[in-house]
C-alpha cells in the first residue's frame, strides 16, 4: 500500500524536530492515514526525550560552548546527537488503519521488524532488536527509536547511523542515566557504531521500502499558527 512521502525542507535541527510534531497533528486532523519522513540534519543538535532531565543526560556546558542546540521533542526515549551521517525517518499513522499499532509494543515490533528486514534484504546485514526499541549490529547499537502516542495516531521515528561522527555522542551527552542490560556500562564510543552505507542510499531504500510514493499536500513551512498550536 502506497502512502503519503514528506519531503519537507528545514533549517535547523529545532525546525526538523517540530515537522515531526506537525506531521502527527496533521495526521491527527484527518490529512493522511499514513506518512513517512526521512530527513538529515546539516549540523549538529542534541535532541531530548520528553521526560529527560538536561543536566543528567546531556553536558550542557560543551553545549553552550560549541553553540550546540538542546531541544525536547514530543516524544520518550533518550537523549540523542543528530547532525550530518545520521538518516532520521518519522512514520505516522492512524491505528485504525493499522491496527498492530494500537500499542506500545504493537508499533514497535512492526516498525523494528521492517526496518531489521529492509537492512537484511538490501544489504545482507544481520541486525537484531535488543532493549527496548535499538537495532543492533555486530553488537553495537546502530538505530534508536521512540514513539509518540495520540488517541488513534502514533507518532514513530528513530535514526539510523551512516557515516555519523560518534565522537559526538561522547562530547554531547553523559552516560545515561537508564541503559539498556546488552550494553554492559559501555561507553558511547564503545557502544554505538555507524552501519557501513551511504546516507543516500539508506534513505532510498526507506522510501522504497515503505511504498512512500504519494505527493504530500502539505507544504513546510506551514503558516503561523496552523497545526502547530
Not at 545520521?86 to 491505528?95: A, H, M
Request: aromatic share 8%; charged share 20%.
Amino acid at each position: 500500500m502506497a502512502i503519503i512521502g514528506v519531503e519537507w525542507g528545514c533549517d535547523t535541527v529545532a525546525d526538523h524536530v517540530k515537522a515531526d510534531e506537525c506531521l502527527l497533528k496533521l495526521a491527527a486532523a484527518g490529512q493522511w492515514p499514513l506518512a513517512l519522513r526521512c530527513w538529515e540534519a546539516h549540523s549538529m543538535g542534541v535532541v531530548m526525550g520528553y521526560g529527560n532531565r538536561p543536566e543528567r543526560e546531556v553536558n550542557l556546558a560543551r553545549c553552550a560552548q560549541d553553540g550546540i542546540p538542546v531541544i525536547r521533542r514530543c516524544s520518550g526515549g533518550g537523549a540523542v546527537v543528530v547532525g550530518p551521517g545520521c538518516v532520521c525517518y518519522t512514520l505516522v499513522g492512524s491505528s485504525r488503519v493499522m491496527p498492530s499499532w494500537g500499542s506500545i509494543g504493537g508499533v514497535t515490533a512492526w516498525v523494528m521488524g521492517q526496518l531489521r528486514e529492509m537492512l537484511h534484504q538490501r544489504w545482507g546485514l544481520s541486525v537484531s532488536i535488543q532493549g527496548t526499541s535499538d537495532l543492533v549490529w555486530q553488537d553495537r547499537k546502530i538505530s534508536g527509536n521512540a514513539q509518540r502516542r495520540l488517541r488513534d495516531h502514533v507518532l514513530f521515528h528513530g535514526t539510523l547511523l551512516c557515516g555519523f561522527d560518534v565522537s559526538m555522542i561522547e562530547a554531547y551527552l553523559l552516560h545515561p542515566t537508564r541503559e539498556p542490560d546488552y550494553r554492559n556500562g559501555r561507553s558511547h564510543g564503545s557502544f554505538v557504531a555507524n552501519l557501513p552505507l551511504p546516507v543516500a542510499a539508506v534513505k532510498q531504500a526507506l522510501i522504497e521500502w515503505f511504498d512512500a510514493t504519494l505527493p504530500c499536500p502539505v507544504r513546510w513551512p506551514l503558516p503561523v499558527g496552523d497545526a502547530m498550536a
